[in-house]
């Protein structure tokens, strides 16, 4: 168990619809990031947040969007649903990537993940 | 982006050493990572590597890099059953202002024959 939970564990929807997943982080951790994984893609880096505000963002749709609220946990919101977004997706969770230096070897605790799957 | 590359497929006799190859191509990497997936579940760190690191021990892993070629290697010594899984390399990538990311490999599945 790595301190990471998300909810919920299966969704089902239609093309179309809007969903939104949900992320509590590890204890103390500060940063948040979504990956989506799927067979042909792999995992790809979706969005980081640090302390409530966005960090990085990588291969994100505009379709999607997330946010860190003040508790830390964090929400994906996946909007104008298409078949290609059925897919796990997971959270992680790190103290702090960089304080302004150089990069620590600052692990990222996983989730078990969402499975999405959009019909 | 930059890539992180590996086998898709391992398959080994338990018992026997499993070695999981993967090559990165951000020479600015500070750290790589190995990453252990099992059916249904997330992903689990098994091991990291400092990138002025050649090689790193922990029990019946061993990570090599050869940061010359940017090729990382992980070795598991007396594969169990219990070692199938997939395994993701990954590579902390700078994106400026003091911000990283992992980029992930596609995954090797390793699958041991009892």
């Known amino acids: 168990d790595s301190g990471v939970t998300q909810t919920p564990k299966h969704l089902i929807t239609a093309t179309g619809q809007r969903v939104t997943l949900r992320c509590s982080p590890r204890s103390g951790d500060l940063s948040v990031y979504w990956y989506q994984q799927s067979l042909d893609q792999g995992l790809q880096f979706l969005i980081q947040?640090?302390?409530?505000?966005?960090?990085a963002k990588g291969n994100i749709l505009e379709r999607f969007s997330a946010q860190q609220f003040p508790d830390l946990h964090s929400e994906l919101n996946l909007s104008s649903l298409e078949l290609g977004d059925s897919a796990l997706y997971f959270c992680?969770?790190?103290?702090?990537?960089?304080?302004?230096?150089?990069?620590?070897?600052?692990?990222?605790?996983f989730g078990p993940g969402t499975r999405l799957t959009v019909l | 982006g930059e890539d992180v590359e590996q086998s898709l497929f391992l398959s080994v006799r338990e018992g026997d050493s499993s070695v999981i190859n993967c090559t990165y191509t951000d020479s600015s990497s500070t750290y790589l990572y190995w990453y252990k997936q099992e059916p249904g579940a997330g992903l689990q760190l098994l091991t990291y590597?400092?990138?002025?690191?050649d090689m790193k021990q922990d029990q019946r892993l061993t990570v090599l890099l050869n940061k010359k070629d940017k090729h990382l290697s992980l070795r598991i010594a007396d594969t169990q059953t219990g070692d199938s899984a997939i395994y993701f390399c990954a590579e902390m990538e700078g994106r400026g202002a003091g911000s990283y990311q992992l980029t992930f490999g596609k995954g090797t599945k390793l699958s041991v024959i009892p």
């Open positions: 947040y640090y302390n409530g505000e966005e960090r």
């Open positions: 992680a969770s790190s103290v702090d990537w960089a304080s302004g230096g150089a990069p620590k070897a600052d692990t990222q605790y």
């Open positions: 590597i400092f990138s002025n690191m």
